[in-house]
């Protein structure tokens, strides 16, 4: 546990199904069920999965833009002080390395607390030209939250802070100066990350990041990641729905159907010696061994008490439908949600 940074425990989440005037009330959609991970420093967790299986609800959660229906996620800080809360945060022994006893749920945090859990864990949306304000210039955009630091910060020293981070993402100091139309996708993108490098964090959670680019742009974000994990030590949690870049870029995946991880494994065992039949037919789509499902990922609106594949699955047996299997060990870092498994 000593390079601990974030640990998800039996994460659930489940939302008011709102489907017009008509509709039931009561009515819910399970979207996490029973997610657990760790994560540690310097480490790149892939969450894989379809549209609609929970991932990018999981992710939000990580960040606290949901609250849990039940479950933690334990932070571990690795710094007490922040230069730029001007506070304390956490616990940490006398040389400033992590001290484990700190590690807090972070849904007890209280305004001050998860304002600092934000700025060392920061969100990179899948869409920069929603969620980067069109009517800002990009310096703006990149410096506007120092404007809640309580350590105040000159003009000039926040250009040069934006300037140097422009500088890392590839981008020139006269873009500092545009507005986020006046890029390209890819330079949006660019600039999306800036404004999350710029509070120094430990970790970032990506969220389908590059799946609206070109594939020869999705390779230049790719690299640049994985330089700044280099450079910087950064740690990732990688949303995607693309095997194959997850396989590359990731250092353990955690593949996700309908609200539950059924495998998670290391990138190259996994691509090697997948157990989970569901994971099995996510490779062979994405290696072209398979025909398109006609069965669509269906929103899960009871408690899953089954094996969420089950109705998918060739090798189903009526055990498979009656209990939802643990997600035990097989291997050394490698768990399965199967019975056969």
Same mark, same amino acid.
């Given at each position: 546990?000593?390079?601990?940074?974030?640990?998800?425990?039996?994460?659930?989440?489940?939302?008011?199904?709102?489907?017009?005037?008509?509709?039931?009330?009561?009515?819910?959609?399970?979207?996490?069920?029973?997610?657990?991970?760790?994560?540690?420093?310097?480490?790149?967790?892939?969450?894989?999965?379809?549209s609609?299986?929970?991932?990018s609800?999981?992710?939000?959660?990580?960040?606290?833009?949901?609250?849990?229906?039940?479950?933690?996620?334990?932070?571990?800080?690795?710094?007490?002080?922040?230069?730029?809360?001007?506070?304390?945060?956490?616990?940490?022994?006398?040389?400033?390395?992590?001290?484990?006893?700190?590690?807090?749920?972070?849904?007890?945090?209280?305004?001050?607390?998860?304002?600092?859990?934000?700025?060392?864990?920061?969100?990179?949306?899948?869409?920069?030209?929603?969620?980067?304000n069109p009517?800002?210039t990009?310096?703006?955009?990149?410096?506007?939250?120092f *404007?809640?630091?309580p350590?105040?910060i000159?003009?000039?020293?926040?250009?040069?802070?934006? *300037?140097?981070?422009?500088?890392?993402?590839?981008?020139?100091?006269?873009?500092?100066?545009?507005r986020?139309?006046?890029?390209?996708?890819g330079?949006?993108?660019?600039?999306?990350?800036?404004?999350?490098?710029?509070?120094?964090?430990?970790?970032?959670?990506?969220?389908?990041?590059v799946?609206a680019?070109?594939?020869?742009?999705?390779?230049?974000?790719l690299?640049?990641?994985?330089?700044?994990?280099? *450079?910087?030590?950064?740690s990732?949690?990688?949303?995607?729905?693309?095997?194959?870049?997850?396989?590359?870029?990731?250092?353990?995946?955690?593949?996700?159907?309908?609200?539950?991880?059924?495998?998670?494994?290391?990138?190259?065992?996994?691509?090697?010696?997948?157990?989970?039949?569901y994971?099995k037919?996510?490779?062979?789509?994405?290696?072209? *061994?398979?025909?398109?499902?006609?069965?669509?990922?269906?929103?899960v609106?009871?408690?899953?008490?089954?094996?969420?594949?089950? !109705?998918?699955?060739?090798?189903?047996?009526?055990?498979?439908?009656?209990?939802?299997?643990?997600?035990?060990?097989?291997?050394?870092? !490698?768990?399965?949600?199967?019975?056969m498994?």
């Amino acid at each position: 546990m000593s390079d601990l940074i974030l640990r998800a425990k039996n994460l659930f989440k489940s939302f008011d199904l709102e489907a017009g005037f008509f509709a039931k009330k009561g009515q819910l959609v399970y979207a996490v069920n029973d997610v657990s991970f760790d994560l540690r420093r310097g480490e790149t967790l892939g969450i894989v999965g379809e549209s609609g299986c929970g991932k990018s609800t999981t992710a939000r959660m990580l960040v606290r833009m949901y609250e849990p229906t039940a479950g933690r996620v334990l932070y571990y800080p690795q710094i007490a002080t922040s230069p730029e809360s001007g506070g304390s945060f956490g616990l940490s022994n006398n040389n400033g390395s992590q001290a484990q006893e700190g590690a807090q749920n972070i849904f007890d945090y209280k305004k001050k607390a998860l304002s600092e859990y934000r700025r060392r864990v920061k969100y990179v949306f899948q869409d920069p030209a929603r969620s980067l304000n069109p009517r800002m210039t990009t310096l703006s955009v990149l410096t506007d939250a120092f *404007k809640f630091s309580p350590k105040k910060i000159g003009a000039e020293e926040l250009r040069e802070r934006a *300037k140097k981070v422009f500088a890392e993402v590839g981008l020139a100091e006269r873009h500092l100066e545009k507005r986020p139309s006046e890029f390209s996708g890819g330079q949006r993108q660019r600039v999306s990350i800036a404004r999350a490098l710029i509070m120094d964090p430990e970790l970032l959670i990506c969220d389908e990041v590059v799946s609206a680019l070109d594939v020869s742009i999705q390779g230049q974000i790719l690299n640049l990641l994985q330089d700044l994990r280099a *450079k910087k030590n950064l740690s990732f949690v990688f949303i995607t729905h693309d095997l194959k870049v997850a396989g590359w870029f990731c250092d353990r995946i955690a593949v996700m159907y309908r609200g539950a991880i059924v495998e998670e494994a290391p990138a190259a065992t996994l691509f090697q010696n997948a157990r989970h039949p569901y994971t099995k037919v996510l490779f062979d789509g994405a290696q072209g *061994k398979a025909q398109a499902s006609s069965v669509e990922v269906t929103s899960v609106l009871s408690k899953e008490n089954g094996c969420p594949f089950a !109705h998918r699955c060739p090798h189903a047996k009526a055990e498979c439908s009656a209990v939802l299997p643990p997600l035990r060990d097989v291997a050394d870092g !490698h768990r399965v949600r199967c019975v056969m498994g």
